[in-house]
């Protein structure tokens, strides 16, 4: 079975501080995501990589950077959190075409900005 | 025109009934189609996955496309508490270089026991 685990399931942060949510994959992917999800909006793409050290802006990248430095790991940083930042974050995983871009979820991580 | 369109629900029904959830899409490029279901306060689990037009089943779970009217449906027979969830549907473009995936915004579906 895929894999995608994400490392802290509920966080509270202040504004302003730095946050990093952390995203490990098992099965080799090349394809990762992360998205945030919010009542009545649906599931948003923050930022996704398709190999390491590449990244490309999703639909929502303002207030949010991502790191790739090995395959498997995927990191959300919010430089400065702020209170519209409090969501559900998700991270995914996929082969990409190769398997119909079905792409595989993580848990999800629960960030409280106050 | 929202690229996939789903109704949000919610969606009540008695256990044993049929659950009949759709979306539709503007897209004519999509081939790829799924579905998704997520527990409450967790992440989405693949639940079907379609490729371009027809009907796949798998148990009590039913995936239809068509392509023609740019509709896919999924269909749960004898629907039971477990059921309940939201259903996300989700479609892709063929091709290297089309990772993103189009989501509906899911649809939140309880079953009474």
């Known amino acids: 079975d895929v894999k995608v685990t994400q490392s802290s399931r509920y966080l509270v942060k202040r504004t302003g501080e730095k946050v990093f949510l952390e995203c490990v994959q098992d099965m080799d992917h090349e394809n990762m995501f992360w998205y945030r999800q919010d009542p009545g909006l649906g599931l948003r793409l923050i930022y996704f990589s398709y190999d390491v050290k590449m990244k490309e802006k999703g639909d929502i990248p303002e207030g949010y950077s991502v790191s790739r430095e090995k395959k498997e790991r995927f990191s959300l940083i919010l430089e400065s959190a702020s209170t519209n930042q409090t969501s559900m974050y998700l991270c995914?995983?996929?082969?990409?075409?190769?398997?119909?871009?079905?792409?595989?979820f993580g848990e999800g991580s629960w960030l409280t900005v106050v | 025109q929202k690229e996939v369109e789903q109704d949000p629900g919610p969606l009540s029904v008695p256990e044993g009934a049929i659950v009949s959830l759709n979306c539709t899409y503007s897209?004519?490029?999509?081939?790829?189609f799924m579905w998704y279901r997520q527990y409450s306060r967790k992440g989405p689990e693949l639940l079907m996955y379609?490729?371009?037009?027809g009907n796949k089943e798998d148990g009590r779970f039913t995936a239809q496309v068509d392509k023609s009217s740019k509709y896919i449906s999924l269909f749960i027979r004898d629907s039971q508490p477990s059921d309940s969830a939201t259903y996300l549907c989700a479609m892709s473009e063929p091709g290297d270089g089309n990772n993103r995936l189009a989501f509906g915004k899911g649809n939140q579906v309880v079953v009474i026991p």
């Open positions: 897209n004519s490029a999509f081939q790829y």
């Open positions: 379609t490729y371009s037009s």
């Open positions: 995914a995983s996929s082969f990409g075409f190769r398997s119909g871009n079905t792409i595989y």
